[in-house]
């Protein structure tokens, strides 16, 4: 089907008629009707893995309501009190104005738990549904020109999350987020020539310092969310420009959208599924506890907690420092701390920057410039779904570290035991890992292929009048044809400027080399059907090939 | 695909349902879904009533549970005046959560359900419109550019160029300028705590001086100087541990450091600074729970195992007259994770 214009008719009923008497007044004024008409009618493809960053915006959005209540009753300052509140276990403990404010959000704003704990489940999967959605793109392919730069607003947007995330957590200035601010520093630290002063002026002077608390709030809930926003909004713009990608399939190619008017049917569906989002947040606000400060008690430097946790989204993070041996260097009077400073900021400074510039590397590698608007399957792009597997396996292996002392004393093992196979996994699973990914992929690129070629199993045993027996099969329909044979190389866009001569030199080799690494294991064409399935031909005819 | 026999072949086994019967049931599945979606509620004009009376009965349900929300928010109050103030938040935060879950979830699903059951959502196909521009716009694009560039003379005037350059130059260095009041500069900051010569060891839970005697062997006690707070000074916390006097081996300068055996290790980590949190009393092991450091105490606070670098550093004590502990002064070098300058 296509798209046809809706019937244009003058509007009947009242309803219709006060719609058509606003509209023309705005018109008038802003003009946009055609702009309007273009919006209503644009198509956007539907499958359940587009969801996925829907989820995060939706949940930004909870996160930006929840935000602004908690505001009105938070005090981010850290003047010290005597807590003198409601809730009786703490009644006369010192702790800064921070933590007894949300201590009286939690016990005596009504609703205040709840927000909170709203507030603080719609971050965790935030940042979960971001990366969820990251894999997603990066699997299918869809970071391919044109979308190259909103791949990058993407990576940076998990970035900055993170650190809005680790901002938010630490407000409160509880015992267990006071912990994570005090590793920060020390990462601050840990900076080569200006760590220190760096970390002197962020903190307003040394560890805890009089100033971080209310700066913190600050950068929390006016600067990131500002950048946030504004790179949401890009991010929107673009996808709304330059359109959504989507799977291959019967009647889907490189230069049409499949899919559903974008009103009423998709934006009802939007809506409803903001509803369903906010619902579940609310149900984990309401039914599961999440970072009850009171069981934590407030922040005190000469104490700590076993068993400390960051939220799951700097687990890797923590997993990397403990996992880093004991290496510090000491020259000409100037110490390097690369036990902190590596696991702490080159680490993932190495990661973030590889992950933001992944597109580029990738078409650098292939030399590939065309436009792709069709969607791969992973398996048809075995090193790069190696590639993410591989580094899924490392990101994981950091994670569990994250945790190895709840490990160890859940499972009876030696901390130090624990320690030594995830140091060893981390370097030796991941290209295992590789290895094994690019495998299975070109196994499911030979199982498609026996697919195409003989088809659907039917369960029908036939005797033939050799005697011999076989399985009846069924050829595929030509809409799965489609999918599995789609190859996604692209097509369309501007015609890119073909340079004369290639010049030679080693990044021209390195490319090359690159290159023939990415395209190792890409799939053939698929085969035709057998005209009868398989198994229906003499023995000696066999032995010819077919068709 | 044949499904009678012919030619002599015999069927000898056939699935319970045959792929004819499955396949029509498919076909009738889709026929249906398909009306559903050209047509939506036109499809079927009855099951169209029902269907609406579905959704709006959602919606209803929808709003109840928003009445339960307030409901909830005027019945259940908090404070230490009704009962409980634990029990009282949790519940308020359980039944305005599951009202609010409820509302949310109703109106949300009528919401897809009306998509689903009573709108038309045909699958259209629009075609993507080349967002780029011709190679003609393109050039015209550039020659524009260079049309105004030459107008503004910003290739013929360069001393205008430079001189606007380097008229703003100072203007992006001035917001870097006005953070410097933002923290005083490290100075000597890291290299000292609040210790000096003479401190009595302030135990941190009681606020008493702690005497020889108030320790038995094999535990420990957190200390401050005098007159320091946790809160201010929090790289000061300081271990103190009583071992036996033999276990004490004296190294060459730090014969004295042990008196009856009480040694004094500072307790920030001198790995990433979190406080040092455990002591495994059998194996004489200071152990760090934010990333397992572990600190031999036996050996000086040696590193056994973990990221840390360097041992603890150790605080000379000394027994006055009365048996009080004092430090001999602060520590002989900078506490805590290291840093560029530690030297």
């Keep these: 089907m296509t798209t046809t214009a809706p019937r244009r008719s003058k509007p009947t009923t009242m309803t219709g008629k006060a719609v058509g008497g606003v509209g023309r007044w705005a018109d008038d004024r802003f003009g946009g009707a055609s702009f309007l008409r273009r919006t209503f009618n644009k198509v956007f493809p539907d499958h359940w893995s587009f969801m996925l960053g829907e989820i995060a915006l939706y949940s930004f959005i909870i996160l930006l309501l929840t935000g602004v209540f908690l505001t009105f009753f938070f005090d981010p300052s850290i003047k010290e009190v005597v807590y003198n509140g409601s809730y009786e276990p703490l009644k006369g403990v010192k702790m800064t104005q921070a933590f007894a404010s949300t201590l009286n959000i939690s016990f005596d704003v009504r609703g205040g738990l709840l927000i909170r704990q709203i507030h603080h489940w719609a971050a965790l999967i935030f940042v979960a549904s971001m990366s969820v959605h990251l894999l997603r793109v990066f699997f299918t392919g869809a970071f391919r020109k044109p979308r190259e730069m909103n791949w990058v607003i993407g990576a940076l947007l998990l970035q900055i999350s993170l650190l809005e995330g680790f901002a938010g957590y630490s407000l409160p200035d509880d015992l267990l987020s006071g912990t994570g601010l005090r590793i920060g520093f020390s990462i601050v630290e840990s900076i080569p020539v200006i760590g220190t002063y760096f970390g002197f002026f962020v903190f307003g002077g040394n560890y805890p310092g009089p100033q971080f608390i209310p700066r913190l ?331 | 695909m044949s499904e009678t026999p012919s030619n002599g072949e015999t069927p000898i086994v056939r699935p319970r349902r045959s792929p004819a019967a499955i396949r029509a049931a498919a076909d009738d599945f889709r026929t249906a879904d398909a009306q559903l979606r050209a047509a939506g509620g036109d499809a079927d004009p009855k099951a169209a009533k029902r269907n609406e009376l579905l959704v709006s009965a959602l919606f209803a349900l929808g709003g109840l549970f928003g009445v339960g929300f307030l409901v909830a928010y005027f019945a259940i109050k908090l404070g230490p005046k009704h009962g409980d103030v634990l029990d009282q938040a949790l519940k308020s935060n359980l039944a305005l959560g599951l009202t609010l879950t409820g509302a949310l979830l109703c109106l949300g699903a009528g919401v897809v359900l009306w998509v689903k059951l009573l709108m038309p959502h045909p699958q259209v196909t629009e075609d993507r419109h080349d967002f780029f521009s011709t190679e003609e716009d393109r050039l015209a694009a550039a020659a524009d550019f260079n049309r105004g560039a030459e107008e503004a003379g910003v290739g013929r005037r360069p001393l205008l160029v430079g001189s606007l350059l380097a008229g703003t130059v100072p203007l992006l260095v001035a917001p870097i300028a006005l953070l410097r009041d933002a923290g005083p500069m490290p100075g000597k900051t890291l290299r000292h705590t609040a210790w000096f010569k003479g401190s009595k060891l302030i135990d941190l839970t009681t606020g008493e001086p702690v005497k020889l005697g108030m320790l038995a062997v094999g535990s420990l006690v957190t200390v401050m100087p005098e007159g320091a707070t946790v809160e201010e000074d929090a790289t000061s916390p300081t271990i103190l541990i009583r071992l036996r006097p033999e276990e004490y081996k004296p190294v060459k300068g730090k014969e004295n450091w042990a008196p009856e055996g009480h ?43 973990g990221p840390a670098a360097r041992p603890l550093p150790q605080l000379e004590i000394y027994l006055d007259d009365e048996g009080y502990f004092r430090a001999a002064g602060d520590f002989n070098q900078p506490v805590g994770p290291s840093f560029w300058e530690r030297g």
């Excluded at chain 1, 950068?219 to 990608?245: C, D, E, N, V, Y």
């Excluded at chain 1, 590596?342 to 590397?361: A, D, Q, R, S």
């Excluded at chain 1, 996994?425 to 290209?431: D, M, T």
């Design chain 1, 217 to 547: 709030f600050t950068i929390h809930i006016l600067l990131i969310p500002g950048i946030l926003l504004l790179l949401i909004s890009a991010h929107m713009m673009l996808l709304w420009h330059q359109k959504h990608t989507q799977f291959p399939g019967p009647g889907k190619t490189e230069t049409n959208v499949v899919g559903h008017r974008f009103y009423p049917v998709f934006m009802a569906k939007g809506g409803a599924f903001f509803l369903l989002v906010f619902a579940v947040l609310a149900f984990l606000g309401a039914a599961f506890q999440i970072n009850p400060i009171w069981l934590y008690g407030p922040y005190n430097p000469a104490q700590v907690s076993a068993g400390s946790q960051p939220d799951w989204y700097i687990g890797w993070l923590d997993g990397s420092i403990r996992l880093m041996p004991p290496i510090e260097t000491n020259i000409a009077g100037h110490t390097i701390s690369w036990n902190l400073l590596v696991p702490g900021l080159v680490l993932p400074g190495v990661i973030f920057g590889l992950l933001t510039m992944y597109p580029f590397l990738e078409a650098w590698a292939t030399g590939d410039k065309r436009y792709h608007n069709l969607l791969d399957r992973p398996r048809n792009r075995p090193v790069r779904t190696g590639l993410g597997v591989m580094s899924l396996v490392f990101y994981f292996i950091l994670w569990l570290a994250g945790g190895n002392d709840i490990f160890a004393h859940v499972f009876h093992l030696s901390i130090n035991t624990l320690t030594w196979i995830f140091r060893v996994g981390v370097i030796v699973a991941p290209p295992i890992a590789f290895v094994i990914t690019k495998r299975l992929c070109i196994g499911l690129q030979r199982k498609d292929a026996a697919l195409a070629e003989h088809g659907h199993e039917t369960g029908i045993i036939k005797r033939l009048p050799s005697g011999e027996y076989i399985e009846v099969h069924e050829p595929i329909d030509a809409g799965l044809r489609e999918f599995i044979g789609a190859r996604a190389e692209g097509e369309g866009g501007p015609k890119p400027i073909t340079r004369g001569k290639r010049p030679g030199g080693p990044l021209v080799a390195a490319q090359r080399k690159l290159g023939g690494f990415y395209g190792d294991g890409a799939p053939a064409p698929l085969p035709e059907a057998h005209h009868n399935g398989h198994g229906e031909h003499h023995p000696e005819e066999l032995e010819t090939p077919v068709d």
């Design chain 2, 263 to 305: 040694v004094a290790y500072n307790k920030i980590c001198t790995h990433a600074g979190c406080p040092i949190g455990l002591y495994e009393q059998q194996t004489h092991q200071l152990f760090c729970p934010c990333h397992q450091s572990t600190f031999n105490v036996l050996e000086h606070c040696k590193v056994v195992f």
